[in-house]
């Protein structure tokens, strides 16, 4: 059990540092304006979705680390593995469902300007 304690900490950082990742990715992405400009609504819609997964994730997070008192550990012991869980699988869709929106962003706007390239 104390080995499980150990491997679930470790996925906590593990996803923390996939959170950070879809940050910067975006930020870091100069042209991400310019891509976003035709298909605005679709990444809108994934963004809202990564936010509400990094929040059900934090969640979970929360009320699996929390012991403060001996029903919460209980609770912990018992439930806090399916409870963790639930948020890790909200957060690694919500990430693939917004790396999905993203590369068909590029896809379009890769295709689109080839298509400008090639009538100019």
Not at 52 to 63: P, Q
Request: charged share 25%; proline share 1%.
């Amino acid at each position: 059990m104390l080995k499980d304690e150990r491997d679930r900490h470790s996925d906590f950082v593990k996803r923390l540092k996939q959170i950070e990742f879809q940050a910067c990715r975006i930020s870091d992405n100069r042209n991400f304006t310019e891509m976003a400009k035709g298909n605005r609504t679709h990444i809108h819609e994934k963004g809202i979705d990564l936010m509400t997964g990094i929040l059900k994730f934090f969640n979970c997070s929360l009320n699996y680390f929390s012991r403060s008192n001996v029903g919460n550990l209980w609770n912990t012991v018992f439930h806090g593995p399916e409870v963790y869980e639930e948020g890790v699988k909200t957060l690694t869709t919500a990430i693939a469902e917004y790396d999905q929106a993203v590369i068909d962003l590029t896809v379009a706007f890769v295709a689109g300007t080839i298509l400008h390239f090639g009538r100019g």
